[in-house]
């Protein structure tokens, strides 16, 4: 009994491996073997977009790795299918990510502070449609999924939808979780935008080490060099 729960847990272990996305709802329904490609190998944007808060909000997914990196991209192009476009729009915006790159330990539900209008990107606005991709990586190599959202100054996120965090160090907000720190105080993260940007060390967390990071980016390229 005991035996054949474990060989079922592992299963779905390897089921449900690398991360998925919660909230907003993702393209299509999570692909595993797909997660390694753009928006998980979902290439259009959907139509039936949802709604999502202009200003404060966060977004949540599952972590299925015990240490990772994250960052959200953002793009405003009506169907973007490439990784530029989540860079610069096709009208020539310069587009900053959403939450920039950031650390974290543990599995489990991941609820990140997110504020797209704080973000000041030219021409959105209440009504925009933009994409946003989840790129998340847990040692086996980058992984990804899109949202396509429509934002509305006035939709609140449901009550029925949690803001949890599991894991370590996803946001300075674990306990309270209600992603206000999205406004920028402290030590949070990522969508207060600090202005590091991509680059690598603007952890989470301002308790990071760089040569800890540096360490554990290091681990992760050698895995994935492994991995190839
Ligand atoms: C947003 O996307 C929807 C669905 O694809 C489309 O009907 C609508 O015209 C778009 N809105 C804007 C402002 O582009
Ligand atoms: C969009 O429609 C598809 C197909 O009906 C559905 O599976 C998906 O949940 C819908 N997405 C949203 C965000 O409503
Ligand atoms: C995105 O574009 C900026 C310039 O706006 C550039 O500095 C940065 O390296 C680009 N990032 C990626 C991941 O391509
Ligand atoms: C998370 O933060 C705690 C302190 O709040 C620290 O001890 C721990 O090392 C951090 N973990 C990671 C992976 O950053
Ligand atoms: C966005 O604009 C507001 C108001 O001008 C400003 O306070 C804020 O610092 C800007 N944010 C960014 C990320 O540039
Ligand atoms: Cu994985």
């Not at 959907?46 to 909000?57: D, I, W, Y």
């Not at 966060?58 to 240490?67: A, G, K, L, Q």
């Not at 476009?85 to 974290?104: Q, R």
């Not at 539900?109 to 990107?121: E, Q, R, S, Y």
């Amino acid at each position: 009994m005991f035996s054949s729960l474990l060989i079922l847990s592992a299963i779905a272990a390897a089921v449900n491996a690398h991360f998925q996305m919660q909230f907003p709802p993702p393209r299509g329904v999570f692909v595993e073997d797909n997660e390694p490609n753009f928006c998980d190998g979902y290439p259009n944007a959907v139509s039936n977009r949802s709604e999502f808060p202009l200003g404060n909000a966060f977004i949540t997914f599952n972590s299925e790795h015990p240490s990772w990196t994250a960052t959200v991209l953002i793009s405003i192009d009506q169907n973007p299918t490439t990784f530029a476009e989540f860079n610069k729009s096709s009208t020539g915006v310069n587009l900053p990510p959403a939450v920039p790159f950031f650390k974290a330990s543990g599995e489990g539900a991941v609820c990140v502070p997110i504020d797209i209008g704080a973000l000041n990107i030219t021409g959105v606005k209440d009504g925009s449609n933009v994409t946003i991709q989840v790129e998340f990586n847990g040692g086996d190599g980058q992984l990804f999924q899109c949202a396509d959202l429509t934002l509305s100054s006035t939709f609140t996120i449901p009550s029925s939808i949690q803001c949890t965090n599991e894991v370590d160090n996803a946001t300075s907000t674990t306990a309270s979780g209600t992603a206000t720190s999205a406004s920028g105080t402290g030590t949070a993260p990522a969508a207060s935008g600090t202005g590091t940007g991509a680059s690598g060390s603007s952890s989470a967390v301002g308790l990071q080490v760089g040569g800890l990071v540096a360490a554990l980016l290091g681990t992760i390229g050698a895995f994935t060099v492994l991995m190839l």
